[in-house]
């Protein structure tokens, strides 16, 4: 479910005081959910793929638009639509997104049993590389 910052700050708080993290092989099988949505996204650039010991971020993937003439905007729903195909399995989950200079950041949230699993999904405009001389 796609809330405001906000509703989803207090959704998180909620889930980190009556759940635990994910173990480290669920946090594994989490991620290669990601991975494998991201290599649907062709028009995207992956730059990083990690896991993280923050509670509030366990996941962390960076990545930027391949090409200067894509609006992030549009990038947005197809973030969602991947989201809720990798949440499908969970008892529940969130996501929420944050407007930045460069980009945006999704942060999401999904609980499955008694663990729960986090992340932060930032994605950046073009960033044209510098001109080799």
Same mark, same amino acid.
């Given at each position: 479910?796609?809330l405001e910052p906000a509703q989803f700050s207090q959704v998180?708080?909620?889930?980190?005081? +009556?759940? %635990?993290?994910?173990?480290?092989?669920?946090?594994?099988?989490?991620?290669?959910?990601? #991975? +494998?949505?991201?290599?649907?996204?062709?028009?995207?650039?992956? +730059?990083?793929? &990690?896991? +993280?010991?923050?509670?509030?971020?366990?996941?962390?993937?960076?990545?930027?638009? #391949? #090409?200067?003439?894509?609006?992030?905007?549009?990038?947005?729903?197809?973030?969602?639509?991947?989201w809720n195909e990798i949440a499908a399995r969970a008892d529940?989950?969130?996501?929420?997104?944050?407007?930045g200079e460069n980009g945006f950041e999704c942060c999401f949230?999904?609980?499955? &049993?008694?663990?729960?699993?986090? &992340?932060?999904?930032?994605?950046?405009?073009? %960033?044209?590389?510098?001109?080799?001389?």
């Amino acid at each position: 479910m796609r809330l405001e910052p906000a509703q989803f700050s207090q959704v998180c708080d909620r889930v980190m005081r +009556s759940c %635990m993290p994910v173990d480290f092989h669920h946090q594994q099988t989490w991620m290669d959910g990601w #991975k +494998s949505a991201t290599d649907r996204m062709h028009y995207l650039h992956v +730059s990083h793929f &990690g896991l +993280s010991d923050s509670l509030r971020a366990l996941i962390r993937i960076r990545a930027n638009l #391949k #090409k200067p003439n894509l609006h992030l905007d549009l990038i947005k729903p197809d973030v969602e639509t991947l989201w809720n195909e990798i949440a499908a399995r969970a008892d529940e989950s969130a996501h929420a997104y944050y407007n930045g200079e460069n980009g945006f950041e999704c942060c999401f949230l999904a609980v499955t &049993g008694d663990s729960y699993i986090t &992340g932060s999904f930032v994605i950046s405009r073009f %960033m044209p590389h510098p001109a080799r001389g």
